[in-house]
């Protein structure tokens, strides 16, 4: 009976000792995984939208991509956290009559610092038509405000055809549209759309090259420092 008892004993004690051991395990898996994962790049697409055209744009390139790229809207963010969370930034603003969109030059201009060299790309969607070169003047003249805000320019920049359906401007916009419209296009204000899901997928997939060319040489960057 002694000896019976004294075999469960050890035997409860046994199961108690390898649970505990496969729990520290478990555990000790699940930190070494989270910390894999603070460790990787994590990518910040951030856009800036009057009436849609530029997220679905922006949703496009996301696509391209093919990877885990965070879509953020420039009016619901805070612009330290994102910087403190992000390692690499897309920057995207839909242009009105007033260029593009004042936060994100804000964004830009207020974290100069941070973003130094983590800006990949910068894309703007536009009305313009850039087959003349009145047309690429005028889209170049839209990249100039982000440009200006950064330390250098990014590795990629391309703009987008957006879209204009009239019934849905608020009367602000539609007097100024149509203002602009007669002033300067000698035109009828109407609706239109230039949006294009395959030219932002394919930027998408640059942008995802140009990343991965980036990360490699800071990789074989930092085995050569290590190595010193």
């Known amino acids: 009976m002694s000896s019976d ?8 004690s046994r199961v108690c000792r390898y649970s505990s051991l496969s729990m520290m395990a478990l555990f000790f898996g699940c930190d070494i995984a989270r910390l894999g994962e603070g460790q990787k790049k994590k990518t910040a697409l951030i856009y800036a939208t009057r009436y849609g055209a530029t997220k679905e744009t922006a949703t496009w390139i996301q696509e391209g991509m093919q990877g885990p790229v965070d879509l953020l809207d420039i009016e619901t963010i805070s612009f330290s956290d994102v910087t403190a969370r992000y390692d690499h930034f897309i920057i995207g603003s839909g242009v009105w009559i007033g260029g593009v969109h004042k936060k994100i ?32 003047k005028r889209i ?26 009239v019934e849905n401007l608020t009367d602000e916009d539609r007097q100024a549209l149509t203002v602009f419209y007669k002033t300067y296009l000698r035109a009828e204000l109407r609706s239109w759309d230039r949006t294009d ?18 990360m490699s040489v800071s990789e074989s960057t930092n085995t050569l420092v290590s190595r010193v």
């Open 5 to 12: 008892f004294i075999t469960r004993r050890e035997f409860l």
């Open 105 to 136: 030059i804000e964004f830009l201009e207020s974290r100069k610092k941070e973003l130094s060299g983590r800006v990949l790309a910068t894309f703007v969607v536009c009305g313009t038509d850039g087959s003349t070169e009145s047309g690429r």
């Open 140 to 165: 170049d003249g839209y990249f100039t405000p982000l440009y200006a805000c950064l330390d250098k320019k990014p590795l990629l920049s391309r703009y987008f055809g957006g879209r204009v359906i």
């Open 197 to 214: 899901p395959e030219k932002a997928a394919l930027f998408g997939g640059e942008v995802k090259r140009r990343l991965g060319e980036k």
